[in-house]
């Protein structure tokens, strides 16, 4: 089994910057992209952004120029870094991660439970 935890969502105001993680820990055989979605209420889930094994890096249109994902390789960590907060930022965001072996490479296999970003105007 893997797990994915999320961690360093909050409140904070519209400009400000916050920073997310998400551990993964289990029965990890290796991971090709990981990613963070996030879901407003009354909203959708939607893509943030994903980073790849390979360093390649996808972002949603609302959050390029704003939002960096990054990776830790070795301990199978992926980080959001979130900066000059709008208030329609405000959702809660999950972590997810494709397996290595999946046959649907494009498909998060996993996914955390999500933290909660509030950002008041």
């Known amino acids: 089994q893997v797990q994915l935890v999320e961690s360093g969502g909050g409140l904070v105001q519209a400009g400000g910057s916050l920073r997310l993680s998400c551990a993964a820990s289990?029965?990890?055989?290796?991971?090709?992209?990981m990613g963070w979605y996030r879901q407003g209420t009354g909203k959708q889930r939607e893509l943030v952004a994903t980073?790849?094994?390979?360093?390649?890096?996808d972002y949603a249109d609302s959050v390029k120029g704003r939002f960096t994902i990054s990776r830790d390789y070795a301990k199978n960590i992926v980080y959001l870094q979130m900066n000059s907060l709008k208030p329609e930022d405000t959702a809660a965001y999950y972590c997810?991660?494709?397996?290595?072996?999946?046959?649907?490479?494009?498909?998060?296999?996993?996914w955390g439970k999500g933290t909660l970003v509030t950002v008041s105007s």
């Open positions: 997810a991660a494709n397996d290595i072996r999946s046959r649907q490479p494009r498909n998060m296999d996993y």
């Open positions: 289990g029965s990890i055989f290796g991971f090709n992209a």
């Open positions: 980073i790849s094994r390979g360093t390649s890096t």
